[in-house]
C-alpha cells in the first residue's frame, strides 16, 4: 500500500461540513482508506515550508495567505498507486480544465480556489506526510 497527502482548502472548509463528507466520499469510494485526518488552522510557518517548493514565484506569497486564511482539513490516505489513483480522482489544478466528475470540477472555482491539494508524486507525499502528520 502507497500512503499520500490531501488537503481540503479553507474554502470548502468554510462552506461546512456537507461539501467536507462529500469530498470525502467521493475519495472513499475510490478505494482509498484514511488512516489519519485533522481540522486545522496552520500557521505561516507551516505553510511556507509546505509550499517551499513554490518560494520565489509570483503566487508564492498569495497562495500562504489564502492557505493560512482558514481552517483545512489534512488527510493521510492509502491504497494501492495512490499518489497517481489521487492525482486522476482530484482534476487539473485549474478547475476550468478539470475533467467531468473531478473533484476539482465539481468543488474548485478559480485556480487558487480549487479545492484540494494532492501530493503531486510520492517524494512530495513523504515530504508532505512529515510536515503535517510528523
Do not use: W
Not at 481540522?39 to 500562504?64: I, S, W
Not at 473531478?102 to 478559480?110: K, P, Q, V
Request: glycine share 8%; hydrophobic share 45%; with cysteine.
Amino acid at each position: 500500500m502507497q500512503q499520500t497527502y490531501f488537503m481540503i482548502k479553507p474554502e470548502i472548509v468554510a462552506a461546512g461540513e456537507q461539501k467536507i463528507g462529500e469530498i470525502l466520499a467521493i475519495v472513499n469510494r475510490a478505494g482509498f482508506r484514511i488512516t489519519a485526518l485533522s481540522m486545522r488552522q496552520l500557521d505561516r510557518a507551516t505553510v511556507e515550508n509546505f509550499y517551499g517548493e513554490h518560494e520565489g514565484k509570483p503566487f508564492f506569497a498569495d497562495l500562504c495567505d489564502y492557505i493560512v486564511g482558514g481552517p483545512v482539513v489534512a488527510i493521510r490516505l492509502e491504497r494501492e498507486n495512490a499518489v497517481a489513483a489521487l492525482r486522476e480522482l482530484i482534476g487539473a489544478t485549474n478547475p476550468a480544465d478539470a475533467a467531468i466528475g473531478t473533484i476539482r470540477d465539481l468543488f474548485g472555482a478559480s485556480l487558487q480556489n480549487n479545492a484540494v491539494h494532492a501530493s503531486a508524486n510520492t517524494e512530495d507525499a513523504a515530504r508532505e506526510l512529515g510536515i503535517l502528520f510528523g
